[in-house]
């Protein structure tokens, strides 16, 4: 498509990276780890060990707001470090997909290529999935060819990933997250045990410990639901366990790929029966609160402005609506590689209030039951905690 003028710019303000982001996660601790070359931009204490705590589906305002469930975060947060933000950015889009990768490699989705649930590839003009249904012709290595802290690491000091078994080779693990020593644990206690023993030899060390419950209870009952505030209640005893039973003084920080927010029933709209909303559209991809649209090769300017001025008259203020160009403007995607930009939407559809967007010609029916949603970037999805305190460590025996 042609350059030339676009129609006026609606779109939200970047996440912070370089500075607040969960993209300085891993590089802040490699830093707090005194390993050369990186800048520790969320100013954690030095240490010996580093802990990361990764619960996918916290979101800041949900912590604040449950934080009745959580009395062992509450004290953290009174007494946690001083000086640490207490909250950094998502990547965008809000999804694990995108945040997982920034984490891994400290880079922006525009570097990374992570850029959303499901995107296009251009190579094969196919929607692929980069979560768990990776498609088969995309190589992982490929797609997303940065060294990633691990690998970065690995000559320095012991990593190690702890999470469920089924992680340690996928697809997206070998994409954002390749390089460290992986433990598997089915349950949360299992995953605590297998945490302490790892990190039992002393030694600097840097470990990835992966909570996944929280989000999956979120999507299928809701974040308000009773069983959310259970799994919150998990994670809490969860973190205190890990605070027990880690080396002494061992640095633990909690943070979070997303937040979320709840969609009732009747705000899953199915855009695709409306024609003017497809118009010129050859895919649709991305998340039902983050939708991606690629259009045709032959469509004009014209007929782009004209679908976002259709997706404006029936949302109205319910939507952020932009084209590509000024989403890499706007910094949403960080520097974006060349080879990145074409997996990006020409036009995309971000979600500002409980509403959620599919096509349900290729959406599964499922999908519509999802009741805990995320992708867009109001408050509630791209700001997450990030708690940081020192493992109290094993009680001595008596006698």
């Known amino acids: 498509m042609p350059s030339g003028t676009h129609p006026t710019a609606d779109v939200p303000s970047a996440p ?103 995107v296009l590839d251009p190579a094969q ?26 690998e970065h690491l690995a000559a320095e000091l012991d990593v190690v990933t702890v999470s469920l078994p089924q992680f340690g080779n996928s697809p997206m693990t070998q994409a954002a997250l390749r390089g460290s ?14 945490a302490a023993e790892a990190m039992s030899g002393g030694g600097r060390s840097l470990m990835y410990f992966y909570v996944n419950e929280l989000d999956k209870a979120g999507h299928r009952y809701g974040c308000q639901s009773d069983r959310w505030e259970h799994q919150l209640e998990e994670l809490d005893s969860t973190v205190k366990r890990l605070s027990a039973t880690l080396p002494a003084g061992t640095t633990i920080l909690l943070t979070g790929d997303h937040g979320m927010l709840d969609v009732p029933e009747s705000q899953r709209i199915d855009y695709s029966t409306d024609e003017s909303l497809v118009a010129g559209v ?15 090769p032959d469509t004009t300017e014209v007929h782009r402005d004209a679908l976002i001025a259709a997706w404006r008259r029936r949302f109205g203020e319910r939507i952020w609506a932009f084209t590509r160009d000024q989403a890499v403007d706007a910094g949403l995607f960080g520097e974006v590689r ?9 036009v995309m559809i971000a979600a500002r209030d409980t509403l959620a967007l599919y096509d349900t010609r290729r959406a599964r029916p499922a999908s519509l039951e999802v009741v805990g949603q995320h992708g867009s970037l109001t408050k509630a999805e791209r700001e997450v905690p990030l708690l940081c305190f020192a493992a109290a460590g094993r009680k001595g025996k008596r006698g």
């Not at 912590?63 to 965008?92: C, E, M, Y």
């Not at 050859?282 to 045709?296: D, F, K, N, Q, S």
Request: include cysteine; charged fraction near 15%.
């Open 16 to 118: 912070l990276f370089g500075s607040k982001s969960i993209a300085e996660v891993f590089t802040s601790s490699a830093a707090a780890l005194g390993v050369p070359g990186y800048t520790n931009h969320l100013q954690l204490p030095p240490a010996q060990r580093v802990c990361v705590v990764l619960a996918d589906g916290l979101g800041r305002n949900l912590l604040k707001q449950k934080v009745s469930h959580t009395p062992f975060l509450r004290s953290v947060l009174a007494d946690g470090q001083r000086n640490v933000p207490k909250w950094i950015d998502s990547a965008f889009p809000s999804t694990t997909a995108a945040s997982l990768a920034s984490l891994g490699t400290g880079l922006p989705a525009g570097q990374h290529g992570m850029v959303g649930y499901d």
């Open 125 to 150: 003009d196919k929607v692929v999935n980069l979560l768990g249904n990776w498609d088969p012709q995309v190589d992982p290595a490929q797609w997303q060819p940065h060294a990633t802290v691990f």
């Open 282 to 296: 050859r895919h649709t991809a991305g998340e039902p609160r983050m939708v991606h649209l690629y259009l045709e």
């Open 181 to 194: 020593r992986f433990v598997g644990g089915t349950t949360l206690h299992a995953r605590t045990a297998a």
């Open 338 to 346: 060349p080879e990145v930009a074409p997996r990006i939407g020409d």
